[in-house]
């Protein structure tokens, strides 16, 4: 009977495991099911930061027609962050960290005279992240050594 009940626990303990493993591995398929959908839209995402970038300052406020675009593409981009932000998709700006290669690809370095080396000093393309996993890495420019 002891030998019985003996394994009757290790099997309720092993049904146990079984129940929090279906529930964690369900709860991150839902969590980042969107990841391949998101990966895509970061380019529409980049292209209307670029058309916003683009618009000289003193334009943004001089003729009615620019003035409007401006702002439709503003919206639009603030919209489709918004909805990014809904399904845990943040960006990140990683300038004045330091490069961590899991979190930034490192597109040029330059000598920064007063910079600590491995510093990132410029972001060309901001970085994602779904949760806690990296959806993109942001590209960035890094401080390079100056004494080798």
């Known amino acids: 009977i002891s030998v019985l009940q003996s394994r009757l626990r290790y099997l309720q303990a092993d049904y146990l495991n079984l129940q929090?493993?279906?529930?964690?591995?369900?709860?991150?398929?839902?969590?980042?099911?969107?990841?391949?959908f998101a990966?895509?839209?970061?380019?529409?995402?980049?292209?209307l930061s670029l058309a916003l970038k683009s618009i000289p300052k003193e334009l943004k406020t001089a003729e009615t027609h620019l003035k409007e675009l401006y702002q439709?593409?503003?919206?639009?981009?603030?919209?489709?962050?918004?909805?990014?932000?809904?399904?845990h998709v943040k960006p990140y700006d990683p300038i004045g960290e330091k490069f961590d290669p899991n979190l930034h690809e490192a597109l040029y370095q330059v000598p920064i005279p007063g910079k600590e080396p491995g510093t990132v000093f410029d972001t060309q393309k901001v970085g994602y992240m779904i949760k806690d996993r990296v959806l993109r890495a942001a590209q960035v420019g890094v401080v390079q050594d100056t004494q080798s």
Do not use: M, P
């Open 72 to 87: 439709g593409v503003e919206s639009t981009q603030r919209l489709l962050l918004h909805t990014l932000f809904k399904h």
């Open 39 to 47: 990966k895509d839209l970061l380019e529409t995402v980049d292209v």
């Open 20 to 36: 929090r493993n279906a529930a964690r591995e369900k709860e991150q398929a839902r969590d980042y099911a969107i990841t391949k």
